[in-house]
């Protein structure tokens, strides 16, 4: 693996008001997997958008070679046809077609200029084995789980004869199952000669797959490294990543816990299209003043549900079971109404119900509660502007202006955003689902640091999450879910991974959560 064949060197890109890329330099090996990290900002996508066509020649200053030739991409199309292929963070599938339909898309197997289906069932069901799927081609894209998405991305990206493929945020929102396939997936193309440049947050993904590691911060190449040759940790990575030490993930915290705040008794939910398919089972939950309380489970076990049914009945049919708020039953039959009884949902897909990413920061943090800052129903714009002035500041927001629109943000800053639109409601309960998804250390302890102070002030947080280490770092209590059941109650004390997956693998509730 000693021959180049990708080297960017110099590559200088510029937008209104921001330098996203200075001088960066890349070299990736043939036959390698080479790792693209940074934080949220650093410039490891744009890169990315640079190599692949999305921001043509002449839009950036510097030259790109691939195997010695130098490039001058105006389109994606054009560095396609050379086996250049980059999969987004946002899955580019239409749910409506086929598997094959979606893979061979724009490049449909044709003969005398009429599609030949039987050349694309058959080239869609030898990409498949490829990448260890077994759907029939004719399934519907939208029938398959994102891991499952996912593949077919990459199924897709082999068709167009890939010599490099690049994968930005692969496994952001896939449960460790599906994250482990699509890694084995990568270490199998591996052997067979492909090269391929992974972006990711995962550090033990980067460190478990990746032969090489370039790291960007603000724009700049930090260093890379040689997993092989050189002394690799996550706490090097941290280092380059952010600029300084991080012996501590999770910032200290001294919690000053007060009475019961929020309670969910026998709460049960059923599917809102199968509605004989019950999702949450009897749920019972408390939530303490200035307390963090988690909830643990695995992909399907019912979290997201359980948290949204209770906010206002975003989700789910015949919902029965009750909400109680300093110790008074209490009833949300809207979002407006869970809003003014002082509950708020920061949801775990921010861009699609978080965001109005075509509109401003400004819009998005007073939208949730726009009497605040109007009066006989004008809003004052002076007023509008001080408020979110302040939370620009408070949040540490990474902007130029607060007019700046929510998509030109990296994922750190998009989630302060959210955040600061649902604590502009002022409310005494939030519930934070996945609040770190998708977004880099440096940013992830800017966000911890946050809810702890929000704990401080004496509202209760309910925090739902995947990584099982930010759940026993973060909450001073834990419930576990598995198949819509809460299975069991750990005090943050008590808490380890072990304990956690054995309530999140089986249905049957322990002793202990049923005696409470």
């Given at each position: 693996?000693?021959?180049?064949?990708?080297?960017?060197?110099?590559?200088?890109?510029?937008?209104?008001?921001?330098?996203?890329?200075?001088?960066?330099?890349?070299?990736?090996?043939?036959?390698?997997?080479?790792?693209?990290?940074?934080?949220?900002?650093?410039?490891?996508?744009?890169?990315?958008?640079?190599?692949?066509?999305?921001?043509?020649?002449?839009?950036?200053?510097?030259?790109?070679?691939?195997?010695?030739?130098?490039?001058?991409?105006?389109?994606?199309?054009?560095?396609?046809?050379?086996?250049?292929?980059?999969?987004?963070?946002?899955?580019?599938?239409?749910?409506?077609?086929?598997?094959?339909?979606?893979?061979?898309?724009g490049n449909e197997k044709s003969r005398y200029g009429?599609?030949?289906?039987?050349?694309?069932?058959?080239?869609?069901?030898?990409?498949?084995?490829?990448?260890?799927?077994?759907?029939?081609?004719?399934?519907?894209?939208?029938?398959?789980?994102?891991?499952?998405?996912?593949?077919?991305?990459?199924?897709?990206?082999?068709?167009?004869?890939?010599?490099?493929?690049?994968?930005?945020?692969p496994t952001a929102a896939l449960n460790e199952d599906?994250?482990?396939?699509?890694?084995?997936?990568?270490?199998?193309?591996?052997?067979?000669?492909?090269?391929?440049?992974?972006?990711?947050?995962?550090?033990?993904?980067?460190?478990?797959?990746?032969?090489?590691?370039?790291?960007?911060?603000?724009?700049?190449?930090?260093?890379?490294?040689?997993?092989?040759?050189?002394?690799?940790?996550?706490?090097?990575?941290?280092?380059?990543?952010?600029?300084?030490?991080?012996?501590?993930?999770?910032?200290?915290?001294?919690?000053?816990?007060?009475?019961?705040?929020?309670?969910?008794?026998?709460?049960?939910?059923?599917?809102?299209?199968?509605?004989?398919?019950?999702?949450?089972?009897?749920?019972?939950?408390?939530?303490?003043?200035?307390?963090?309380?988690?909830?643990?489970?695995?992909?399907?076990?019912?979290?997201?549900?359980?948290?949204?049914?209770?906010?206002?009945?975003?989700?789910?049919?015949?919902?029965?079971?009750?909400?109680?708020?300093?110790?008074?039953?209490?009833?949300?039959?809207?979002?407006?109404?869970?809003?003014?009884?002082?509950?708020?949902?920061?949801?775990?897909?921010?861009?699609?119900?978080?965001?109005?990413?075509?509109?401003?920061?400004?819009?998005?943090?007073?939208?949730?509660?726009?009497?605040?800052?109007?009066?006989?129903?004008?809003?004052?714009?002076?007023?509008?502007?001080?408020?979110?002035?302040?939370?620009?500041?408070?949040?540490?927001?990474?902007?130029?202006?607060?007019?700046?629109?929510?998509?030109?943000?990296?994922?750190?800053?998009?989630?302060?955003?959210?955040?600061?639109?649902?604590?502009?409601?002022?409310?005494?309960?939030?519930i934070l689902d996945e609040p770190t998804r998708g977004?880099?250390?440096?940013?992830?302890?800017?966000?911890?640091?946050?809810?702890?102070?929000?704990?401080?002030?004496?509202?209760?947080?309910?925090?739902?999450?995947?990584?099982?280490?930010?759940?026993?770092?973060?909450?001073?209590?834990?419930?576990?879910?598995?198949?819509?059941?809460?299975?069991?109650?750990?005090?943050?004390?008590?808490?380890?991974?072990?304990?956690?997956?054995?309530?999140?693998?089986?249905?049957?509730?322990?002793?202990?959560?049923?005696?409470?």
């Amino acid at each position: 693996m000693t021959d180049i064949i990708l080297e960017m060197r110099g590559i200088t890109k510029t937008f209104p008001g921001v330098r996203a890329l200075d001088n960066v330099n890349l070299k990736v090996r043939e036959g390698e997997i080479h790792a693209l990290m940074g934080e949220n900002g650093a410039g490891k996508s744009t890169l990315m958008k640079v190599l692949s066509g999305v921001y043509p020649h002449g839009s950036y200053e510097g030259k790109i070679l691939f195997k010695g030739q130098e490039c001058q991409f105006r389109d994606i199309k054009q560095s396609e046809q050379l086996g250049i292929v980059i999969i987004h963070q946002e899955l580019a599938l239409s749910p409506y077609l086929s598997i094959a339909e979606n893979i061979f898309l724009g490049n449909e197997k044709s003969r005398y200029g009429i599609v030949n289906w039987s050349d694309m069932i058959v080239g869609t069901r030898e990409l498949l084995r490829t990448v260890g799927l077994q759907e029939a081609p004719n399934t519907p894209a939208g029938q398959l789980g994102v891991g499952k998405q996912q593949l077919v991305e990459i199924a897709k990206a082999l068709s167009k004869k890939v010599k490099l493929l690049i994968l930005d945020e692969p496994t952001a929102a896939l449960n460790e199952d599906d994250s482990e396939n699509l890694l084995q997936v990568l270490k199998e193309f591996k052997k067979r000669g492909l090269t391929s440049i992974l972006i990711s947050h995962k550090l033990s993904e980067i460190t478990r797959v990746a032969d090489s590691i370039t790291i960007l911060r603000d724009g700049k190449t930090i260093e890379t490294l040689d997993v092989g040759r050189d002394k690799v940790t996550e706490d090097r990575i941290i280092k380059g990543m952010v600029g300084r030490d991080m012996t501590h993930r999770f910032p200290h915290r001294e919690p000053n816990i007060g009475e019961t705040l929020f309670e969910i008794k026998n709460w049960s939910v059923y599917h809102p299209q199968y509605q004989e398919r019950k999702v949450i089972d009897g749920a019972n939950l408390s939530i303490r003043r200035g307390e963090i309380v988690g909830i643990a489970g695995l992909m399907g076990a019912g979290r997201t549900e359980l948290a949204m049914s209770v906010f206002g009945k975003a989700y789910g049919k015949r919902i029965s079971g009750s909400l109680h708020k300093n110790g008074k039953e209490i009833t949300l039959p809207s979002i407006s109404a869970a809003i003014e009884h002082g509950i708020a949902y920061v949801t775990e897909d921010r861009k699609t119900y978080g965001l109005i990413l075509i509109d401003n920061i400004k819009r998005n943090v007073t939208l949730s509660k726009l009497g605040k800052i109007a009066r006989r129903s004008v809003i004052n714009d002076n007023h509008e502007v001080v408020e979110v002035e302040n939370f620009r500041k408070k949040m540490n927001i990474k902007t130029p202006t607060i007019l700046q629109k929510t998509m030109n943000l990296s994922g750190g800053n998009q989630q302060k955003v959210v955040l600061s639109k649902w604590i502009f409601t002022d409310p005494d309960i939030l519930i934070l689902d996945e609040p770190t998804r998708g977004i880099d250390v440096g940013a992830k302890y800017e966000i911890y640091t946050i809810i702890h102070q929000l704990a401080a002030e004496g509202k209760g947080i309910l925090l739902i999450s995947s990584e099982l280490p930010e759940v026993i770092g973060m909450c001073d209590r834990i419930y576990v879910m598995s198949e819509g059941v809460i299975t069991g109650e750990i005090a943050h004390e008590d808490a380890s991974q072990e304990k956690l997956m054995k309530l999140m693998t089986r249905m049957e509730a322990s002793e202990d959560a049923i005696s409470r």
